[in-house]
C-alpha cells in the first residue's frame, strides 16, 4: 500500500505536506510490515533542528529495530506521543494515526526532490 | 547446499501460502517468519496455544545393536541409560569441545533412535554421526526428507490434542514420547518443545503433514490453537532461557560456557572431545551465558557489546535479546567474565552507540505458572 498523494525515502519514510513550509513524517506500510509488531518507538523532543539523514528516533520490534532518519532539513515542531503510548498504532495505521513527527522545513520546495508513489513501489518492488 | 540453490519448501508450504504467511529464509528452508503478528502468536503459546510447522529440522535415523553405544561416543550425554520412549536433550561436540549442535535424542525402539538436529547443521550431524558411528554395529540415516515435524504449544496443547487421539497423554510425561495416530494418523508423539510451555511435537509422514495440521487448526476455536511462526518461536525461547545454536551455541564455546556443562557426562567411557571437555570442566571457564534485564525500553540484540558501566570498556558479547513480550521490558542473553555474572550485577550493554544499563538475572526469565 503506496498512498499516491504522499513522497518518500530510500529508507521507507513517507512525508506528507500539511502547510505551506511544514510536513508530517511516519513509517511506510511496507516498513511497519517488515518490522513487524512495534513494540517500543523513540521519538525526537519538540523544536530539535534536524539535517536530511539525521536520525530522528528509533522504532523497535521484538524481532529488530530502525532508525528513523530526517526526510528533509528543518526543525521538528511536533511529535505523535499517541505512538509511543500505543505503539501498535505505526502498525494498524502508518499512514494515519500511527504518523511520528511534523517538521518544519528549511527549503519548502526539498520534497520534490523525495520519491514519488512510483518511485517509490519500484523501490520495494510493488506493482 | 550452494547458496544458491533455492530455499526448500516444507510440506506446510501451500498451508503457510494459503494463511497469507510472512515467509523468510531460514537456513536453507523457507518458513512462516509470522502469519499475522508475532505478539499474538507469542501469547497465544503462552495463554492458549500455537501451532508450529518444524518440519525444516533434521531427522537421523540410527538403528542396531550398537545404536546406543554409537551415539554414547558420538555425542556427550549418556544415550544407553535412555529408556524406552524417552528423549534427552544433549550435544554433539567437536574433538576440542566445541559444540556442533545441540540435540534431542529420542529412543523409538529397542535398538532405535531418532536423533533431531537445527536445520542448519543437519548436514554437519548426519556426516559426523556417520564418520563416528563407522566402528559400530549400526546404520545411520538422514531420513530427514521422510519426516515432517508438527508443534502445538501451550497450555491448551494437552487438551486439544486429547480430542484427536486416544494416546494416553496423562502419562505422557515432558521428555518422553510414544508411537500414536492423531487424527488417523501415525505420528510419533513426544512431548518436548521449544517454547517454555506444556506442548507436543509430532513427527509424522511429509504426505500426512497438511491433513494433521488441520485437524489440529479444527481442533479448538478459530483462534487456538494459533498458527505461529519462527519469529514467536525465538521471543518464546529467549523468555524460557532456551540456547539457540548459532547464537549461544555456536563452535567456539563449549557446554561449559553455556551453563550446560550437565548435559556432559564423563561417567560413560570414551567420546568425541571427552579430553577436551574434561579439561574444560577442571579449569573452569573464564566467561558464562548469563541473563540480562534491560532497565530501559532499548533492547540488547545479538552481537552488541556487554561494557562495564563505569568505564565503558567491552567485557562481553549479547547472542540474543528482544523486548519480551511476557515481561513487558528488553531481556537478553550475553556471555560475561565469570567475575561478572553473578545476579545481580550491574552491566551495561552498547546498544547502538550508547550505554543502556542491564542487571544480570538468573535465567530463565520466564518460568510457566510462575
Redesign the interface.
Known sequence: MVPEELRYTEQHEWVARTGDDTVRVGITDYAQGQLGDVVFVQLPEVGRKVTAGDSLGEVESTKSVSDIYAPLSGEVVAVNEAVVTAPETINEAPYGDGWLVEVRLDDPASVQGLLDAAGYRDKIGEV | MQPQDPPKQTPLHAVHVALGA?MTDFAGFSMP??YT????E?HAVRQGAGLFDLSHMGEIVLTGPQAAAALDYALVGNIGKLGHHRARYTMICAPDGGVLDDLIVYRTGEQEYLVVANAANTDVVAAELSARASGFDTEVTDASADHALLAVQGPAAAGLLATLTDADLDNLKYYACLPARVAGHEVLLARTGYTGEDGFELFCAPAAAESLWQALRAAGGPQVPLPAGL?SR??LRLEAGMPLYGHELTRARTPFEAGLGRVVKFDKGDFVGRGALLARKEAGPTETLVGLVARG???P?AGYPVVDPASGTPIGTVTSG??S?TLGQPVAMAYVPVDRSAPVTELAVDV?GRQEPVDVVELPFYRRGA
Open positions: 510472512n517468519l509470522r503478528s508475532e505478539l499474538a507469542h519469529a525465538d521471543s525500553r532499548r533492547a540484540r528482544a523486548p513480550p547502538r
